[in-house]
């Protein structure tokens, strides 16, 4: 199994220009997230899917569109970058039942907007 | 609101020295808490977690939280730090219910020193 993949690894963006991060799962897991890393603040969560065709907000969904048309996938759309996107983002998922809590992320995508 | 918090952003040791880092979390229901640990330019990995069996949880590298209802708090230790233990660690919190949201601290960055 691949785990969590996230392409690409690097990216760097022009002011108003807009982006997917792919995110894809091998694992059948039903449950799916972004997350944005900046120093000092941890990890947020932008925006989390419990299943296919349902999604939802987290803290901080603002400038970000996501979909689920299949387990599998889970894309983060940036319609119009501006510099405070700039960070280092995570996708991870997770099984729903109670012994499977544990989520597992991918590599990252580190991502500038100048 | 539901909260994660990590007492200390930068914490130096010495090789060989206990490893202290503190999480308290702000709620009367038990959650299911977890520490991970990323170590430079790298992805999340699990060091352990607490989901309501053994209060006591072991995890890799040597390193073991204790969760502690009273005192609402999941602080992580290890006996004896080593070179290699010199990464950030964050503490997160899954509150139950429908979804997997995972809440995360904003993190402790470990220098080991020699």
């Known amino acids: 199994n691949a785990g969590v993949t996230q392409t690409p690894k690097f990216q760097v963006l022009k002011t108003g220009q807009s982006m997917t991060l792919q995110c894809a799962q091998d694992m059948n897991h039903e449950y799916m997230s972004w997350y944005r890393q900046d120093p000092g603040m941890g990890l947020r969560l932008i925006h989390y899917s419990v299943g296919a065709g349902i999604t939802d907000q987290g803290e901080v969904p603002n400038g970000y569109n996501v979909s689920r048309s299949t387990t599998e996938d889970f894309p983060l759309r940036l319609l119009s970058a501006a510099p405070s996107q700039t960070s280092v983002y995570f996708c991870a998922s997770s099984g729903t039942t109670k012994s499977s809590y544990e989520q597992y992320f991918g590599p990252g995508t580190r991502l500038t907007v100048t | 609101a539901q909260s994660v918090t990590q007492l200390g952003s930068h914490v130096s040791v010495s090789e060989g020295a206990l490893v202290l880092l503190r999480c308290n979390y702000s709620?009367?229901?038990?959650?299911?808490l977890f520490w991970y640990v990323q170590y430079p330019n790298q992805g999340l990995q699990l060091l352990l977690k607490y989901t309501s069996a053994a209060t006591l949880v072991k995890g890799i590298n040597g390193f073991e939280a204790e969760f502690k209802k009273s005192e609402t708090s999941f602080h992580l230790t290890k006996p004896s730090a080593h070179m290699s233990d010199a990464a950030e660690y964050f503490c997160a919190v899954i509150w139950g219910g429908a979804t997997n949201k995972l809440i995360f601290g904003t993190g402790t960055l470990l220098a080991v020193q020699p």
């Open positions: 709620s009367s229901v038990p959650p299911y």
